[in-house]
């Protein structure tokens, strides 16, 4: 068990899946390596199922290389809901590619790649003003029965309805996508 604090409270995790999760300088942040698919590590909490998840997370400026956020509802390893930013399109020249900075997803049956083609600018959002890329992003996500809000930076920058009634899932976990790891520091719940 790995265990770090956060906000003055310890959080072990219970597991980590496809994916290698270190404790850099003395435990100050978690950092999750660089593997295909995706990844995550479930933290050790109470049941969540509502509430307010904050947490400041790093990934990098490298087109197709850093999607890292939160996974929450967690059934399993691979059915649970998630918000995840893509740090390499906050400040991309292309508008699109802007608008494509912070998603939401249900997994197993609503991926980025569904969401986008069924629903072109529903379940992602730009990021205005537009973070660091490179640097430390302070999050929000509000969970209700009902709908998913996501702050960044205290700013609001998406809502939606959360998809599936999978919410029997109760985990939360520290999320990475394909190809991608990432840092996550002052992780709290509430």
């Not at 072109?120 to 959002?125: F, I, V």
């Not at 996508?177 to 709290?188: E, I, P, Q, T």
């Amino acid at each position: 068990m790995l265990a770090c604090t956060a906000q003055a409270q310890l959080f072990s995790v219970t597991h980590v899946f496809n994916r290698v999760l270190s404790l850099p300088e003395h435990g100050s942040y978690y950092h999750l390596d660089e593997e295909p698919g995706a990844g995550v590590a479930w933290l050790r909490l109470p049941p969540f199922r509502t509430g307010t998840i904050s947490f400041e997370v790093k990934g990098k400026d490298v087109l197709q290389q850093s999607f890292v956020g939160i996974a929450f509802h967690g059934s399993n390893d691979t059915t649970y809901d998630a918000i995840y930013l893509r740090p390499f399109n906050f400040r991309a020249a292309d508008p699109v590619r802007r608008r494509h900075s912070v998603q939401y997803i249900s997994l197993p049956r609503y991926d980025w790649e569904l969401l986008r083609n069924q629903f072109p600018g529903k379940y992602e959002n730009a990021i205005e003003p537009a973070p660091d890329p490179n640097d430390w992003v302070k999050v929000k996500v509000v969970v209700t029965a009902k709908q998913v809000t996501v702050f960044v930076a205290d700013k609001q920058c998406l809502q939606v309805d959360l998809l599936d009634n999978i919410k029997a899932g109760t985990q939360l976990g520290l999320w990475a996508g394909n190809g991608s790891g990432g840092d996550w520091r002052n992780v709290r719940v509430l």
